[in-house]
Structure formats: structure tokens, C-alpha cells
């Protein structure tokens, strides 16, 4: 590849609901504590979409945020994916972005790899990029995002997993760079864990099957469930996302004849699942505490998609020039990672 073709992110963004939902507030739903909740999650608190906000206001207000951040003009766009998992409509949320930022000329469409969906949407729009620059000497922009409300699809009677979850949307614009460009990207998934952690389908099962399924009542109408086998999903995701982290270096290295190891990586953004999956990923990459974010599951829960670049914006500015590793897992199961450097 030639040397003057970089890309990489210019401007980040997010969206976070108003709403907060404490450890205390859940004690007042199910049968659960503070200290649980702590010592098994690290989750303190969660944003829960309220009156007026959906998937789709989120991600369009995050859209804005890092249009604005990257100082583009929206125009510039020619591409968007959107990760989300929980927009159970149509038409998608990428669609009705664009309408909203009031863009046109640009491919816009959303990307279904549960938490995964950011790391799927920025390798898409990366390569996407690329292939414009290469084969045709276009460059241009795209806005690569994750957003989910599985505030939606939680059965709040179920201690388990209604702990976990919260709302939200990032996004990040990508473009050419002079320095700070994306070096590697690597996604994969298992269909064979798909069971694992599901939301059961239910506008297209013929209706005697309908009863097998785990419902929650909202306005009338029988809403089905996320559903999760919680220490399985625990094994599954430490397991993937480190052979993400060594993949994505041994891409790059194999493509570049280089030579960075684990212990070259400044910083890794991994997905903000539960503070005990950040910690044993940690470990077993031999990091120390400083070089892994974890504050976003502390304050936010679990955003899905959503969880990489809602951290971005707490992280923004603080490590310039360095070599970062982003790497999520999730339903499907669905694992990706990305290797990059910060603009200096
Ligand atoms: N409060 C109090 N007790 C709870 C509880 C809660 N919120 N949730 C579960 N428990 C109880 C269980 O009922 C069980 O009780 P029992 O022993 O009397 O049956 C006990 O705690 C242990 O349950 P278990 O599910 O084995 O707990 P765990 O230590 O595995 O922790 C998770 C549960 C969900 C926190 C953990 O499995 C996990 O983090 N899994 C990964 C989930 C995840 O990240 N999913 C998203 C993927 S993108």
C-alpha cells in the first residue's frame, strides 16, 4: 500500500440519555444490592432512554456531535454504517441519519453483530475508504457508529441481566489523515455461540410458537426478551476478545513486516461488557490498569454497540501519538478488533 494513503478518525461523538438508573433504583425492582451488582459488574450506574428519545434520536444526535468534532462539512460524507441491534424497525437507523443531517449521494446502512457492531461498522467504512481512494482517487468521508437501547428488550423482573444493560450512541468521522490512521482491522464470528445470548424473533414465528417464547408487555402488545446464559457468555468473551487483540497485531505485523507485540500497545479500548471481563482481558494481556479503559461500564453499564466510542469521548485528547487497540465481542458471537494509532 502506498505510504501517503492514511486513514483514520477526525471526530468522535456520542449520546447519552439523561436518565440515570442507580444500583439503588434497581434494588427497588428485583431482589438485588448495591454490593452485588459491584463486586459482580462494577456497573454503578446506567442511562436509560426516556420520553422522546430512541434509537434512532440517539444516533442521529451522536452523528452531529462527531460531525461537529471533526470540523467537516457534512457533505463530505459519502458512507455510514450503523451497529445496532435493537432498532426493531425499518427503515434503518443509517437511513433515517442521513435524512436528518440532511445528506445525500452517500451509502448508508446498519450492521447487525451485536456489541460488535461499531468494530464491523469501522472496518466497513474503513475499507470502504480505502477501496474509493485506491481504485477510483476519491477521498472522502465516512461516519462509522454504534447505538443501542437494550433498555428495550430487558425484562426488568430478571436479576440477571437487568442489572447489566444501558442506552446510548457513538460515533466517529473517518477520513484521510496526515498522522493518527487506522493500521489493521480484523472482525470473525461464531454462529455455533449464537444461543448463547439471543433476543427471540417474533413478528415472523407462526403464533403456536409464540408461547416457547419469553415475553415483556409494553402497551399492549407482547414485546420479546434479550436472553443470556451469563457465565457462558463470561468464558466466551474473555477467550475471544484476547485472540482479537493477538489477531489484529499479527495482521498488521504480516502485512508490514513489523514486529509490534502486546507489550507495544499503549492502550485498549475493550467492549464495556462487566468490569470482571475488563479486568481478567487485562490480565491476560499483561497490562497494567492504566493502559485499559473501564470506566465506561462503571457509569454506563453495558451500551453494546454503542460502548467503544462512548468511552472515546471520556478519553478524548489524552493520549496523543499513541498505538491503541479497540476490541469488542457479542452476540452471534461476534468479535472484531481495530489497531490504531492517535493523531499526534
Ligand atoms: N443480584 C443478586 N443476585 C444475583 C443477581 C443480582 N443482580 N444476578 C444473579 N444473581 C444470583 C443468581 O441467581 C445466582 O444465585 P444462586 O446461586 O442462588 O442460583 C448467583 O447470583 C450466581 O449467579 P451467576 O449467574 O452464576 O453469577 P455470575 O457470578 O456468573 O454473575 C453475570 C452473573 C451475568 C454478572 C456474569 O455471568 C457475567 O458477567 N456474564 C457475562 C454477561 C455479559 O457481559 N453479557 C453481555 C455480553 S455483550
Known amino acids: 500500500m502506498p505510504d501517503k494513503i492514511k486513514i483514520g478518525y477526525v471526530g468522535i461523538g456520542r449520546y447519552l440519555p439523561e436518565n440515570v438508573l442507580t444500583n439503588a433504583d434497581l434494588e427497588k425492582i428485583v431482589d438485588t444490592s448495591d454490593e452485588w451488582i459491584i463486586k459482580r459488574t462494577g456497573i454503578q450506574t446506567r442511562r436509560i432512554m426516556g420520553q422522546g428519545e430512541s434509537v434512532s434520536s440517539m444516533a442521529i444526535s451522536a452523528a452531529k456531535s462527531a460531525i461537529e468534532h471533526s470540523g467537516i462539512d457534512a457533505e463530505q460524507i459519502s458512507c455510514m454504517r450503523v451497529g445496532v441491534n435493537t432498532h426493531l424497525r425499518f427503515p434503518s437507523v443509517a437511513a433515517i ?29 474503513y475499507n470502504r475508504l480505502m477501496t474509493e481512494w485506491m481504485l477510483y482517487g476519491k477521498k472522502s468521508y465516512g461516519i462509522a457508529m454504534g447505538v443501542d437501547g437494550l433498555s428495550m428488550v430487558t425484562d426488568w423482573t430478571n436479576r440477571s441481566t437487568c442489572v447489566l444493560f444501558g442506552d446510548g450512541a457513538g460515533a466517529v468521522v473517518i477520513g484521510p489523515v496526515e498522522a493518527g490512521e487506522i493500521l489493521a482491522t480484523h472482525t470473525k464470528t461464531e454462529g455455533k455461540y449464537a444461543n448463547l445470548l439471543e433476543l427471540d424473533e417474533f413478528l415472523s414465528v407462526p403464533l403456536e410458537d409464540t408461547k416457547k417464547m419469553t415475553f415483556r408487555h409494553r402497551n399492549n402488545t407482547n414485546y420479546p426478551f434479550l436472553t443470556m446464559a451469563g457465565p457462558k457468555v463470561f468464558a466466551v468473551a474473555v477467550r475471544s476478545m484476547v485472540s482479537e487483540v493477538r489477531t489484529v497485531i499479527k495482521k498488521y505485523n504480516q502485512a508490514n513486516g513489523a514486529n509490534i507485540t502486546e507489550s507495544d500497545i499503549d492502550y485498549v479500548f475493550p467492549h464495556q461488557a462487566n468490569l470482571r471481563i475488563v479486568s481478567a482481558v487485562r490480565d491476560a494481556l499483561k497490562l497494567t490498569p492504566d493502559r485499559i479503559f473501564s470506566d465506561g461500564v462503571k457509569k454506563y453499564g453495558n451500551t453494546s454497540a454503542a460502548s467503544i466510542p462512548i468511552g472515546y469521548v471520556d478519553q478524548r485528547g489524552k493520549r496523543p ?24
Open 321 to 344: 501519538g499513541a498505538l491503541e487497540v479497540d476490541v469488542s465481542f457479542g452476540s452471534g458471537f461476534a468479535s472484531g478488533a481495530i489497531l490504531r494509532r492517535v493523531a499526534p
Open 97 to 125: 441519519v442521513q435524512d436528518a443531517l440532511g445528506i445525500e449521494d452517500v451509502s448508508a446502512s446498519d450492521i447487525a453483530a451485536g456489541c460488535s457492531g461499531f468494530i464491523f461498522s469501522v472496518e466497513d467504512v
